[in-house]
């Protein structure tokens, strides 16, 4: 059993990942990588549960976590420093490097890949006449790319390492919602699935922060469908994708 505000739901011999029925705590964007193995032996005892309601029951057991605040940091981290702990495991996202802008362009040097964002606006110590952006992170050439905000909006990405809950990858394309981060609004995606264990997802609306690295995760309504690592932004270019797929 773990505390992951989450559920498990069995259908046949198959075994579903569900949101947690409170969706301010919803953690199955981080559980998508479970396999049916593991959801047929996992427990999720606050699935069904809301903060409010965890925290009374502590209250009423005498447990000393009733009254402890929430953490917004990294839960292995003790000081929540994940730009140190990365520094520290692996140093070359801490080395400095140049920063261009999409043409190419040398503007300055960056402090180490670590220290940004897509779409991050301040720190980024570049001069312009226009406010620039963090666009893309290229750890390979340890080059950040800086533009202007029309620059962030994306319409599509690759994902590769998908992993699908159910075991099965889906014969073809498929209309589905989409996490790109943890705590993004979902959106309305089309994705289709590509040798290699690779999926094309293209967005109903385009998204500022697809940021390759992250995961994103999908859904149909309450289930969790499964999900990959972004690996690349923007046009694909691979072949057309129906609007209407299921």
């Known amino acids: 059993a773990t505390g992951h505000y989450a559920r498990v739901r069995r259908v046949g ?5 569900l949101r947690g029925r409170d969706p301010a705590k919803d953690q ?50 003790a000081d929540g420093d994940y730009r140190r702990f990365l520094a520290e495991v692996a140093p070359e996202t801490a080395r400095p490097g140049p920063v261009l802008d999409t043409s190419g362009r040398v503007l300055g040097e960056h ?5 940004y964002t897509i779409g991050q606006r301040k720190g980024i110590g570049v001069a312009a006449p226009y406010p620039l952006y963090v666009l893309a ?9 800086v533009g202007p905000e029309e620059g962030l909006g994306q319409g599509e990405c690759t994902v590769t390492r998908m992993h699908y809950v159910s075991g099965e990858e889906p014969p073809g394309p498929f209309t589905a919602t989409a996490k790109i981060r943890y705590r993004h609004r979902e959106v309305e ?19 500022r922060d697809v940021t390759p690295g992250q995961y994103l995760v999908l859904y149909d309504g309450e289930e969790v469908l499964g999900g990959g690592v972004i690996s690349g932004r923007g046009h694909v270019g691979l072949f057309k994708v129906p609007t209407q797929a299921r």
Do not use: M, W
């Not at 992170?137 to 790319?145: E, G, I, K």
């Open 137 to 145: 992170l290229d750890p390979a050439r340890n080059v950040l790319v």
């Open 111 to 115: 402090r180490g890949l670590v220290n």
């Open 13 to 17: 011999d198959r075994y579903q990942l």
């Open 189 to 207: 995606v089309v994705a289709a699935p590509l040798a290699g264990g690779r999926l094309y997802v293209r967005f109903a609306h385009p998204q």
């Open 28 to 77: 199955s964007y981080v559980l998508h990588i479970l396999t049916q193995e593991q959801l047929a032996h996992v427990l999720f005892p606050l699935g069904d549960l809301s903060k409010a309601e965890v925290r009374e029951i502590a209250r009423r057991k005498g447990l000393p976590v009733a009254e402890q605040p929430e953490s917004q940091d990294v839960c292995f981290l």
